[in-house]
């Protein structure tokens, strides 16, 4: 093995360790490597790592800098091997963002979503989709967690739910509230569950008694924001499901400004809370609701003056 296939391998176990998984990232280091062996090359330089971001010709700039960005991490790691290793500067094919702007739903808007669920087809579904959209709201679990949650996950004696199938396959624990275990509660004990097929543990399943699909749910829930009539508020603006999480985790850091806490130390509960492997994804919650950036502003004026 090659001295830099060596330093490919010890870079993934060590971002592995850290909860990364890092599929695509392998791809892509394993064909730049195959790439700069085929020009003759020991080391990583800019001018190659650029080349080789800008294949194939004719590519979108965001695949090319996604590309460049990938080697830009492992040059990093690299130079404390390799002292000759040229790192791509950050503003070479710099990125553009293409994160969408998060519907901050109001309480308003998850009740009346939750009540249009009285317009689906079965009581069965009704219950479903009720109660999921509730726990996405009051958890701001991700939807995939959510489906993907089985009826032993739920401890309605301790009040609690464990992910067991959460992103980068960390699992994590969450405490609920009386009135959330109440819920699940009365969901599981319906009478008109359907009948399951064999080895189906799903907590949340559809009519024929089988595991919630994504799409559907997605579906589902759009045609529920439809009859509400929750409209976009701009074209990057649009209401999705996953904007329940955004809603949840705002609405979590609004409570700890208003109610006089400690907003970082919220923060770090929150990153925990909600399965961020790296708290900077959930310091981009901050820059997501203008009300967030008013209340932190105004505590930075109160202390540069003197206030509290």
Not at 86 to 107: F, H, K, M, N
Not at 189 to 215: E, H, I, K, M, W
Not at 269 to 285: C, Q
Request: with cysteine; net charge positive.
């Amino acid at each position: 093995m090659s001295v830099l296939r060596q330093a490919l391998a010890d870079y993934l176990a060590m971002r592995r360790a850290l909860g990364y998984t890092l599929v695509r990232s392998e791809k892509l280091l394993a064909q730049f490597l195959t790439y700069l062996e085929a020009q003759g090359e020991d080391h990583l330089t800019t001018k190659t790592a650029l080349a080789w971001a800008m294949l194939p010709a004719g590519a979108d700039r965001s695949w090319m800098s996604a590309r460049l960005s990938v080697v830009r991490r492992f040059a990093i790691h690299l130079r404390g091997i390799e002292p000759a290793t040229e790192g791509p500067p950050c503003d070479l094919l710099p990125g553009r963002s293409c994160r969408a702007t998060p519907y901050l739903y109001s309480q308003e808007d998850v009740i009346a979503l939750m009540t249009a669920t009285a317009a689906l087809r079965t009581p069965h579904r009704e219950a479903t989709y009720r109660t999921l959209i509730g726990l996405l709201a009051v958890t701001g679990m991700r939807v995939g967690e959510a489906i993907g949650l089985d009826r032993d996950d739920f401890d309605a004696v301790g009040g609690g739910l464990t992910i067991r199938r959460g992103k980068s396959g960390k699992s994590r624990e969450l405490a609920l509230h009386p009135s959330t275990v109440a819920a699940l509660g009365n969901y599981l004990r319906r009478r008109d569950q359907p009948r399951r097929p064999p080895n189906t543990p799903a907590l949340f399943v559809s009519p024929a008694g089988t595991r919630l699909l994504y799409v559907n749910v997605q579906n589902t829930f759009q045609k529920l924001v439809c009859r509400v009539g929750i409209a976009p508020r701009s074209a990057g603006c649009r209401p999705r499901l996953h904007d329940l999480r955004h809603a949840f985790a705002v609405r979590t850091l609004l409570d700890a400004y208003r109610d006089g806490g400690d907003p970082g130390r919220r923060l770090a509960l929150l990153s925990t809370y909600l399965g961020h492997v790296d708290p900077g994804k959930t310091y981009w919650y901050l820059s997501a609701a203008p009300q967030l950036l008013q209340l932190a502003g105004d505590r930075l004026e109160r202390r540069i003056g003197g206030g509290a």
